[in-house]
Nanobody, 120 residues
Framework: QVQLLESGGGLVQAGGSSRLSCAASGSMFSLSTMGWYRQIPGKQRELVATITSGGTANYVDSLKGRFTISRDNAKNTVYLQMNSMKLEDTAVYYC??????????????WGQGTQVTVSS
């Protein structure tokens, strides 16, 4: 099994920045794509950004230029740098990974989510 542990988030002022981290752990696993999704209250979970093991990043168009995803393969960790934050960025942010583990085979993995609240 693969566990994804998110950190960061919390309360941030509009216009400010915040950085999320997500570290993967487990026994015998290999991750291909990692990324972030978010869920705004009352709405479906939506893609924020993904990044492949080779470093190719993909962003939802509306967040390009403000959010940056990065990855440290040696640490099995993915980051999300969020700048110029807006009230509408308030959401629960979920870490995501696709890959393989000895316990599950090919699978998708999700973190528990971390709350990010942008205040005015």
């Amino acid at each position: 099994q693969v566990q994804l542990l998110e950190s960061g988030g919390g309360l941030v002022q509009a216009g400010g920045s915040s950085r999320l981290s997500c570290a993967a752990s487990g026994s015998m696993f290999s991750l291909s794509t990692m990324g972030w999704y978010r869920q705004i209250p009352g709405k479906q979970r939506e893609l924020v950004a993904t990044i492949t093991s080779g470093g190719t990043a993909n962003y939802v168009d509306s967040l390009k230029g403000r959010f940056t995803i990065s990855r440290d393969n040696a640490k099995n960790t993915v980051y999300l740098q969020m700048n110029s934050m807006k009230l509408e960025d308030t959401a629960v942010y979920y870490c995501y990974a696709s890959g393989w583990s000895r316990a599950t085979g090919i699978a998708n993995f999700w973190g528990q989510g971390t709350q990010v609240t942008v205040s005015s």
